[in-house]
Nanobody
Framework: QLELAESGGGSVQPGGSLRLSCEAS????????VAWFRQAPGKEREVLLC????????YYSSSAKGRFAASRDVAKNTVYLQMNSLKPEDTAHYYC?????????????????WGQGTQVTVSS
């Protein structure tokens, strides 16, 4: 069963950047659709974007588009989330999730595999 582990979170000042990692074990992440979510205290979980086999991303959050980008390193079995121009409202717990279909558009019923998440705090 696929296991996911996020890393790379931390504290950063507004305007700064972070790169989150989602490393997989017990499976080959290349053939999964992988999405990034976040959840802030008191708010619902929000899907940011999803990356398909081959690296094409579908954005679901207007806040993420233009500032966040996903990429894959097949050799490292890892998907990254590059976050630029961070704002205090980006403060949240960030999760990656995976589904064993090649294209994000084929994800139905949600994602089966989730990591534990990593905390991102943006403040001055």
């Amino acid at each position: 069963q696929l296991e996911l582990a996020e890393s790379g979170g931390g504290s950063v000042q507004p305007g700064g950047s972070l790169r989150l990692s989602c490393e997989a074990s017990r499976g080959t992440l290349e053939f999964y659709a992988v999405a990034w979510f976040r959840q802030a205290p008191g708010k619902e979980r929000e899907v940011l974007l999803c990356t398909s086999f081959g690296g094409q991303s579908t954005y679901y959050s207007s806040s993420a588009k233009g500032r966040f980008a996903a990429s894959r390193d097949v050799a490292k079995n890892t998907v990254y989330l590059q976050m630029n121009s961070l704002k205090p409202e980006d403060t949240a717990h960030y999760y990656c999730a995976a589904e064993p279909v090649p294209q994000c558009e084929r994800v139905t019923g949600g994602f089966d595999y989730w990591g534990q998440g990593t905390q991102v705090t943006v403040s001055s």
